[in-house]
């Protein structure tokens, strides 16, 4: 069982930075994934990111973040964090933290995660 915890979201200008951390506990194992997804108003939620746990944590990013955003893990503190630069107006959303148990590959598709945090909101101003 795994419960995830997101915090760091905000108002930030655009070009702007922010930081979310996504905090998980109970138990974990090797080769789990955790993946960031994001939705706006009136939108479909979006994959965003993921990382292994595990395995050297590689990474997939979505093309619209790619070379801005950076998914990272400290698997001492069991935390993944998604480092965001260069923001713009349409980043704005709420984003989730989500968690892949028994995962071998990164999925980009949300019905593959398992568990799903609160949401933290984000809003880029112009």
């Known amino acids: 069982q795994v419960q995830l915890v997101e915090s760091g979201g905000g108002l930030v200008q655009a070009g702007g930075s922010l930081r979310l951390s996504c905090a998980a506990s109970?138990?974990?194992?090797?080769?789990?994934?955790m993946g960031w997804f994001r939705q706006a108003p009136g939108k479909e939620r979006a994959f965003v990111a993921a990382i292994f746990i595990w395995s050297g944590g590689s990474t997939a990013y979505a093309d619209s973040v790619k070379g801005r955003f950076t998914i990272s893990r400290d698997n001492a503190k069991n935390t993944v964090y998604l480092q965001m630069n260069s923001l713009k107006p349409e980043d704005t959303a709420v984003y989730y933290c989500?968690?892949?148990?028994?995962?071998?590959?990164?999925?980009?598709?949300?019905?593959?995660?398992?568990?799903w945090g609160q949401g933290t909101q984000v809003t880029v101003s112009s």
């Open positions: 989500a968690a892949r148990t028994s995962g071998t590959v990164i999925s980009r598709a949300s019905g593959m995660y398992q568990y």
């Open positions: 109970g138990r974990t194992f090797s080769g789990d994934v």
